[in-house]
């Protein structure tokens, strides 16, 4: 009797243990067939950032390329170096840097036709600087070839011509002295309108304050610009320094300035230091055909 009651109730408990099994597999492949679903709601954010229970993953910083933050811009310089062709004493400047100065340069001298070459090859704009007639003839020494006062049309424009020759790729042209000349209407409308005629533009160097280039230039449709400042009438380090801040001073007023130095090696220098400078301070320098282009 006891051995059959043992029996049974040893029966029932295996089915007990049965029925817990079959309880828990069911449970159990419930939760799993769950998962899914819920790892596919909370997907990672990419393949190498695997998300682990309680853990945000960190956030990766946006690629930061090599160039630095762009500085605001504070206005456009136009730096023109006058007097090249001479000698190659400053060659170095020419094909040694890629700073957007104007270059410009005298015809008939022994260097012309060179450094106009290498400008050009450096993507420098090259203009003609023609001599022209000043008033105090004994200060200076005088070009051979000028333009002057009453020369007749025909050979104010054959000297043009031969200038231009002389400096291959110019794009334009500025005054060499020229502070009589430049006071001339006649004379400038001859200028003016073979210089139209040849698709170039003009600088005036503003050596007076008479000048008609301006009033002349407008009036035929040639375009024009003219000098804000002169950056090394003194050969001091210093002056120069002090004109370039200057120049820059305007630039921010303005939105542009035209400065004006000479090939001294002296000036070179100090452009070397101060162009960087500028530069990293926002000042964006350009050239004369640049200047122009954005100008209309």
């Known amino acids: 009797m006891n ?4 029996t049974w109730i040893l029966f029932l408990s295996l089915i007990v243990i049965l ?4 309880l828990l597999y069911v449970f159990g492949r419930g939760e799993l067939r769950r998962a899914p679903a819920a790892q596919r709601r909370e997907a990672p954010a990419g393949p190498e950032e695997e998300k682990k229970p309680g853990v945000v993953p960190e956030r990766k910083p946006a690629a ?3 160039e630095e933050p762009a500085v605001p811009a504070r206005g456009r310089i136009v730096l023109i170096l006058d007097d090249w ?9 020419i094909v040694g840097n890629d700073f957007p100065v104007t270059l410009s340069v005298l015809p008939f001298k022994p260097y012309s036709q060179v450094v106009a070459n290498l400008a050009h090859d450096k993507n420098k704009d090259v203009i003609l600087h023609m001599p022209m007639e000043p008033y105090d003839k004994e200060r200076y020494g005088l070009e051979e ?3 002057s006062v009453g020369m007749s049309a ?3 424009v054959r000297l043009l011509d031969e200038a231009f020759v002389s400096v291959p790729f110019a794009k334009g042209m500025s005054n060499h002295m020229g502070s009589r000349a430049t006071e001339d209407a006649s004379l400038m409308r001859v200028v003016m309108a073979r210089l139209k005629t040849r698709g170039l533009f003009f600088v005036d160097s503003l050596v007076t304050s008479k000048s008609v280039c301006h009033a002349v230039a407008r009036d035929l449709g040639v375009a024009f610009l003219q000098r804000n400042v002169f950056i090394d009438n003194e050969n001091d380090a210093t002056a120069i320094r002090q004109r370039l801040i200057e120049l820059a001073g305007k630039a921010r007023s303005n939105g542009i300035a035209v ?4 090939d001294r090696p002296l000036t070179i220098r100090v452009l070397e230091e101060m162009i960087p400078e500028l530069e990293r301070e926002g000042f964006r320098f350009v050239g004369v055909s640049e200047a122009l282009r954005e100008r209309t």
């Open 154 to 156: 025909s050979d104010a």
């Open 3 to 6: 051995n059959s009651k043992n």
């Open 19 to 22: 029925q817990a099994l079959v």
């Open 64 to 66: 930061v390329g090599k």
């Open 259 to 262: 400065g004006v130095g000479h």
């Open 85 to 93: 062709g001479y000698n190659l004493r400053n060659r170095d400047f």
């Open 145 to 147: 070839k000028m333009l």
